[in-house]
Nanobody, 112 residues
C-alpha cells in the first residue's frame, strides 16, 4: 500500500508559477513510475507528466517546455514545477504511483 499527499496548489495569475509537491509513504520501495495528472471540470483526467525511478521523463504536449517534473527518491518526494501558467492549466492536480495509487488532489487555478 502506498499513500500519496499533494500540496502546493493555489490561485495564480496567468504567466505565474507554482510548484506542486507529492509526498509518498508506505511501501515506496516498489515505486517505479510516478506521474502528475489533472482533471478540469467537465473533462477527463489527463496525464501531465511522468517520471521513472531512473529520472527519465515524459510530458503532455500542452505543458512541454513550461512544466518540469522531478523526484527525490531519498525523500520519497515528487515535484511539478509549473511556469508560464495559462488559464487552461486550471484543474485539480493528482499525484499517481504505478498507475494504481492516487493522492487526494490539489487545486490549481490560473486567473487574473
Amino acid at each position: 500500500q502506498v499513500q500519496l499527499v499533494e500540496s502546493g496548489g493555489g490561485l495564480v495569475q496567468p504567466g505565474g508559477s507554482l510548484r506542486l509537491s507529492c509526498a509518498a509513504s508506505g511501501n515506496i520501495g516498489s515505486i517505479y513510475n510516478m506521474g502528475w495528472y489533472r482533471q478540469a471540470p467537465g473533462k477527463q483526467r489527463e496525464l501531465v507528466a511522468s517520471i521513472r525511478r531512473s529520472g527519465s521523463t515524459t510530458y503532455a504536449a500542452s505543458v512541454k517546455g513550461r512544466f518540469t517534473i522531478s523526484r527525490d527518491n531519498a525523500k520519497n518526494m515528487m515535484y511539478l514545477q509549473m511556469s508560464s501558467l495559462k488559464p487552461e492549466d486550471t484543474a485539480e492536480y493528482y499525484c499517481n504511483a504505478e498507475g494504481r495509487w492516487w493522492g487526494q488532489g490539489t487545486q490549481v487555478t490560473v486567473s487574473s
